[in-house]
């Protein structure tokens, strides 16, 4: 039994590592910044199709969204973040810790939209943005709609 | 002098562009979302320096550095942000306003460092990553103690 349990100490550690010493409140308040820089550029490639078209915005814009959608955010959603407040009272649903694989493929989806988004951008063609903004667009909009506490 | 007038008013509309739509209150969050996402990425880089060394967290955390100090976050310090409130009140101090070449210079010192950091991370040499967090880190410090006012 004592060598069970500590197996189980050691896989823990392992699994969490250096995410295991993020408290719960700046767990979530690096959630939410992630997510508030991304609306950011979603925002100003939204404002670049709209508008006048300058195509290095738009690839900053859209480099940014990549590497933060790549950064692993996952393990920001440790034990004990289901509730509390970063820079604000956290709206994750507990459906993104009962639903593993429906939320897996919502991730799975947005990160392929916006690795595609940083493609798109750097040909700087306007209605191949347009149309991924769209696709990128509805990924975050279905993730929010199933994991996202509305206000 | 019409003509003047007209002609002023048409380069302050191209100068600010896509920004001039986003509200004060909404830039300063933006802003602080931006750093609060990079302090995190700092943060873990720091962890994988001290504990294990987890190469692939390394190079998305410094990529997700580098996007977002490449992302043109000096077009968020719009005119009537100077003061506000975005997640928090913002702490930005009135020389970012007054002392454009010395900011310049701390944002082209901080850039330099965040590029380097991303193929530093590449390499996946420990030293090496832990030598570049080093003058990272000192960019970050030095632009705080001058443009970022104290809790």
Redesign the interface.
Same mark, same amino acid.
């Given at each position: 039994m004592k060598q069970h349990v500590a197996l189980a100490l050691i896989a823990a550690s392992l699994a969490g590592?250096? @995410?295991a010493?993020?408290k719960p409140e =700046?767990a979530i308040?690096?959630r939410?910044?992630?997510?508030?820089?991304m +609306?950011?550029?979603v925002?100003?490639i939204k @404002?670049?199709v709209e508008?006048?078209f =300058?195509k290095e915005?738009v690839v900053?814009?859209a480099?940014?969204i990549? +590497?933060?959608a790549?950064?692993?955010m996952g393990s920001?959603y440790l034990p004990g973040t289901d509730k509390g407040t970063g820079?604000?009272a956290s709206r994750a649903k507990p459906e993104i810790w009962t639903e593993k694989e429906k939320l897996g493929k919502a991730a799975m989806a947005f990160n392929k939209e916006a690795n595609e988004m940083a493609k798109v951008a750097a040909t700087g063609n306007l209605d191949a943005v347009k149309e991924q903004l769209g696709k990128l667009s509805g990924t975050c909009k279905s993730c929010h709609d199933d994991f996202k506490a509305k206000k």
């Open positions: 590592g250096a @995410a010493q993020i =700046d308040k690096f939410q910044s992630g997510y508030g820089f +609306a950011w550029n925002q100003r @404002a670049n508008g006048k =300058d915005e900053k814009a480099n940014a990549q +590497a933060i790549n950064s692993g920001l820079w604000e």
